[in-house]
């Protein structure tokens, strides 16, 4: 698979995780390419959080390697993420209801003019965030508490965009939403990868996943269970895989155990 | 006149005619105009938004109250001694919005101002420190206590409620102990520190002149905001509203002047309070340490995740609520002349809390301003003058003040929910 066209942005190689008794990641191979939507696909307790940890610098992984634009990177500190330009949407979302769009948006990197805060050249540069993403916020100066799902998703996703990012990272962006907001934001992670970035979803929903992504990474039992792209393959198949019916074996697993 | 139209450099992504940048939205009912303004301000009020309408609503019946059951009370002199009476408790209650817009609460203020108190009358009379030092080794030792409060919080996780009860305890027996045996130190009446707290008012001239310095302040920095939105293509304040929003500043402030010029004229302490107020007022809501603090008393987690270092903010704002309590022990035996066993005990430690609240800080974090202390204060303290001057008993008083501040959080309280159903925080 390596073949095509550009070089991965983000490659992990063998990265396995254990939390105490548990084999959470054996080794997992996982790459994202710039303008890329990747699913990353499996039924709970699959590995796909302890990966995605694993690469927003949350938990650091046992063993394995992971590159960033082709150099062998260690990602020890969720900072140590944001800097390399990989920015995660977390599924709590995590803003500030008491605080305006500008100001959840701006939070903790705001523009200042002096000593004071610039809100003249943070509102600007809002608006020209969320017209670039084509977002609906009808004012970014109110409390983000009023908004509906959907916008509070934009918010988050235009938030992590703010630090110029590479690889966006969203879990489970449309667990909580309802149709139309859904559609939202599909059409946003759309427009991520216009924006050429290499965009990583977790979902449990196959019909999201099929409408959005380019590519399917199954993860079963904390291995990978099989990788498709979304244009040659069926629901049906995919599910096989997340559930065990598909089991795609790969070579290389007895000897990992023996390692350790 | 004031949707000029600016030549557009911008990387042309927006259409080159029509709304400004943030009225674009075809479903955000856009008000332009001074009647739209008016309007939108009537729906913010509505919808549960209401600021500081409340308190200014109580405060006028309030003093319509004891205006009728004592005509001295409106008059020049007592208008003058208010001013002056509530500035050193508002000092506390600026402290405690700090803390409340945390999330959090300091119940030790009144025995940290006790302690401040003891340690400036004790240094500047017993033990004969120039004032200028004796005063800073008071203010000191409140940023200390903060610092030890800041650091128990962030080490061990102990609620501030706890922290600070221990503390209400430990530093009244601090007070006690630097006091001495007498137990009361007197500062004479004839030094600086008491002539500035009882003795010293601005000239009319001084004052009028202020108030249309603060006028032109409000003016000027509404229209240059408006050309700084214009020329970034977002939407401005009708030029009328900056006006009369000026004009309306300049109004209460003459008036105030008016009167209490009547008497000795306006208190130098109550102007520097105020002048206080603005300045913390403008930090807390435009600069990052003040975003800062917004943003942890709305949701810790997430101000950790946008990288703010949540421990600082604590620690800070720890040190920043006992300094304030500090100085109004400073200003309580400056005005009392004297600083006793009793400075700061009492009542004074939940007045100042009320009076945080009464201004509409939430005890819930991450709304306020630092306007409520003063708002707030204003009400307490008009409560206590008018009841001593109808020869109230203290019972009384007591009892009053508390049904007030229960109000005031039943307000707290029932505006957090229309808030909610109205879509605003």
Known sequence: MTATSPPPVLSMTGVSKRFGAVQALSNVDFQVRAGEVVALVGDNGAGKSTLIKAIAGVNLPDAGQIYFNGEQVHIGSPAQAQRLGIATVHQDLALCDNLDVVMNLFLGSEITRGPLLDEVSMEKESWRLLRELSAKIPSVRIAVASLSGGQRQTVAIARALLGEPQVVMLDEPTAALGVAQTEEVLGLIGRLRERNLAVVVISHNMANVMAVADRVVVLRLGRNNGEYLVADTSVEEIVGAITGAVVHAAPDVPPAEASH | MSTTKPARTAPGELPPAGPPADLLDERLIAQQGLSGWLRSEGLRLRTGDIGSLPVIIGLVIIWVIFAVLNPAFVSAQNLVNLAIQLVPIGTLALGIVFVLLLGQIDLSAGSVAGVAAAVVAVTFVNMGFPLVLAILAAILSGSLIGLVYGLVFNRFGVPSFIITLAGLLAFLGVQLLVLGNEGTVNVPFNSPLVQFANGTFLPPVVSYVLVVLAAVAVLLSGMQLNRRRASADLSTVPLAVVVVRALFLAAILAAATFVLSQDRGVPLMFVLFVVVIAIMDLTIKRTRWGRDIMAVGGNVEAARRAGINVKAVYLSVFVTCSTFAALGGVLLAARLAAANQSTGTGDVNLNAIAAAVIGGTS???????????????????????????????????????????????????TTRRRRAQAGRA
């Open chain 2, 363 to 413: 005890l819930f974090g991450g709304r306020g301003s630092a306007y409520s202390a003063l708002l707030g204060i204003v009400v307490i303290q008009s409560i206590s003058n008018g009841l001593d001057l109808l020869n109230l008993d203290s019972s009384i008083r007591f009892i009053i003040t508390g049904l007030v501040t229960l109000l005031a959080v039943i307000i707290d309280s």
